[in-house]
Structures are given as structure tokens and as C-alpha cells.
């Protein structure tokens, strides 16, 4: 419902900051607040960094993940490990790997995990790229580096059954990341030893 205390534009920037994630109304409002106090300082760069990321930033065709080039940075890098993938369920886990620095392969992003509560089925996400690029490529082993959740773990599942036609070796994150934890909140740390001691899945 829009608030008649305040301009439509404000109003408009309330609404559309509460739909960020973690932001509610109260929070929006707070955030919003703050940008409108310092137009020079915060609002006006922040409106020209997400123009330019609009304008410039697009999906990786090859593993999914965004980039401002296509293939991104990690896909194009001749430094990294040829015949391991890491399977990540989101960006935002791809993002958590590379700041722990635990692997130098590649990636490939699923964009989300199976879910029947959710209506999510395979064909929704990207599991047959990851297989042809498997069936295709030189790959030795395949990570699953999935949430240690129900949804997670029901994928890690279909996955490995569609993989082991291959004869690929697959491997999962070790119990270090806790049951119902999400690799975006997890430390440094736990990521590089849970990375470490990954296990046949």
C-alpha cells in the first residue's frame, strides 16, 4: 500500500529496496533513508554501479556463473585444474569457494536445487549441461558441492545418478558443513577443510 506521507519516487525506492533479500519494509525504509541523506556519497554512485552491471553483466554459458565477459574470468583462466568441476547450487556459493581460495578448478552453477514442494524439476535446472560437459570434456572428478539440506542432498542424488554412466569419479563436501547449513554463510575456514577432506559420494 503506498505510503501518502512521502513523494511516489520514495515511495517507488522503498518498495523496490524491500524486495532485496533481507530487506523487509522497516529495513527498506531505514536503507532507503540513508541514500537519500547522502546523494553524492551513496546514491548517485550506487545508481550508476547498478546501471553499469545491468548494462555489463551477463550469465556464463559455459558454468553459469556472472560475469562481465562471456566465458567469465574463471572459465577463460589456463591456470586453473582441467579436470574437476565443482557442483555449486547458486552463484553466491561459487563466490564463498573462491574467497576461501580451497579449489582451482572449474565450476558449474545449477541455478537452484530439485524440489518437489517447490516445483522444481531437473529440466529447470542446469543438470544436462553439467552432463554434456562431463560426457565431453576431459573431466576426472566431479564435486558436489551442495547445501547440506533435504532439497541439497535429493540433487547431489539424481545427479550422481546421471553421472555414473560417465565413469567419472564423484565426490561430496565432508560432513563439515553442518546439516542444514548454506555455503554462503559458512567461514573460510570450514569450507577449506570440508573441501579437504571431501569423500567418494
Not at 62 to 72: A, E, F, K, R, V
Not at 105 to 126: C, F, K
Not at 181 to 195: C, K, R, V
Amino acid at each position: 500500500m503506498p505510503n501518502r506521507s512521502v513523494s511516489p519516487e520514495i515511495d517507488r525506492l522503498i518498495g523496490l529496496l524491500s524486495k532485496l533479500p533481507g530487506l523487509g519494509p522497516r529495513s527498506a525504509r531505514r536503507a532507503a533513508l540513508s541514500l537519500l541523506k547522502k546523494p553524492e556519497a551513496l546514491m548517485t554512485p550506487l545508481a550508476h554501479a547498478m546501471a553499469e552491471a545491468a548494462d555489463r553483466i551477463s550469465t556464463c554459458s559455459n558454468c553459469g556463473n556472472i560475469d562481465s565477459s562471456n566465458p567469465c574470468h574463471i572459465c577463460a583462466s589456463h591456470t586453473r585444474d582441467l579436470t574437476t568441476i565443482c557442483v555449486v547450487q547458486d552463484v553466491s556459493d561459487l563466490w564463498a569457494m573462491e574467497r576461501a581460495g580451497a579449489f582451482r578448478g572449474y565450476y558449474h552453477v545449477l541455478g537452484g536445487t530439485l524440489s518437489a514442494l517447490d516445483g522444481i524439476r531437473p529440466e529447470d535446472l542446469n543438470i544436462a549441461s553439467l552432463i554434456r560437459r562431463v560426457s565431453e570434456g576431459d573431466i576426472a572428478e566431479v564435486i558436489l558441492a551442495m547445501n547440506a539440506t533435504v532439497d541439497g542432498q535429493t540433487t547431489a542424488h539424481y545427479i550422481t545418478d546421471h553421472l555414473e554412466p560417465t565413469g567419472v569419479k564423484i565426490s561430496r563436501l565432508a560432513h563439515g558443513v553442518p546439516v542444514g547449513g548454506e555455503l554462503d554463510y559458512l567461514d573460510d575456514g570450514t569450507i577449506t577443510a570440508a573441501m579437504k577432506s571431501r569423500r567418494p559420494f
